[in-house]
């Protein structure tokens, strides 16, 4: 069954440093999300990209990230300059055409920010 | 504010009991309804997703949509260990892409 590919699994940096976190969607999906959740809390919107573009963002997503897809196939997001309270686990998802279809999650990207 | 709204928990079923789990939401206009399942540092797992009043079956998991009440569950029959683990509930608004998500319930299966 085709899946959501995130890398890497742990990603560990100093505080002020930029961070990419890597997706790869399911391949004939169209719509993808980025997604936080913070030890012990709920999970939240980061931001939503169709068409290349961005569709939707949450107040948390501000100009410290960015969404890019520079190939056929990732789908990355970008914090660039990391505080201590990005540290999250951080879900990529992917959805198909149908709006009603459920969004599939990857493994996630666990970062943690010293 | 749209909220998504469950019991925390833990709930704790012996193991072959039903397990039912329940979730309110704030936004009238939402279209979408889904149940994933989260074990501890992993992802959420998609469990089920309905989006028209009534049940809808799906092995030994049901889903139940009450639009009037925005009220949605999730029945778990015949509970397993393996079925402990976190229940999210989503929600997808009708003018909107993103889910908002509720905090979960914790269900606890005892052998």
């Known amino acids: 069954e085709p899946e959501v590919t995130q890398t890497p699994s742990h990603q560990v940096t100093q505080m002020g440093q930029e961070v990419i976190l890597r997706c790869v969607p399911i391949s004939n999906h169209l719509y993808f999300y980025w997604y936080r959740q913070i030890l012990g809390q709920k999970v939240e919107f980061l931001v939503s990209?169709?068409?290349?573009?961005?569709?939707?963002k949450s107040e948390i997503f501000d100009d410290q990230f960015s969404v890019e897809r520079p190939d056929g196939s990732n789908f990355t997001l970008k914090i660039r300059s990391t505080k201590l309270e990005d540290s999250a686990m951080y879900f990529c998802a992917s959805r198909g055409t149908n709006s009603n279809q459920p969004q599939h999650f990857g493994d996630g990207t666990r970062l943690s920010i010293l | 504010q749209k909220e998504v709204e469950q019991n925390s928990g833990p709930l704790s079923v012996p193991e072959g009991a039903i397990a039912s789990l329940n979730c309110t939401y704030s936004?009238?206009?939402?279209?979408?309804f889904f149940w994933y399942r989260q074990y501890s540092g992993k992802s959420p797992e998609l469990i089920m997703f309905?989006?028209s009043n009534g049940d809808k079956e799906d092995g030994r998991f049901t889903a139940q949509l009450n639009k009037a009440s925005q009220y949605v569950s999730l029945l778990i029959r015949d509970s397993q260990p393996s079925d402990s683990a976190t229940y999210l509930c989503?929600?997808?608004?009708?003018?909107?892409?993103?889910?908002?998500w509720g905090l979960g319930t914790s269900l606890a299966v005892n052998p």
């Open positions: 989503a929600v997808r608004g009708g003018n909107n892409r993103k889910l908002i």
């Open positions: 936004d009238r206009g939402s279209q979408s």
């Open positions: 990209f169709y068409n290349n573009e961005i569709s939707e």
């Open positions: 309905i989006y």
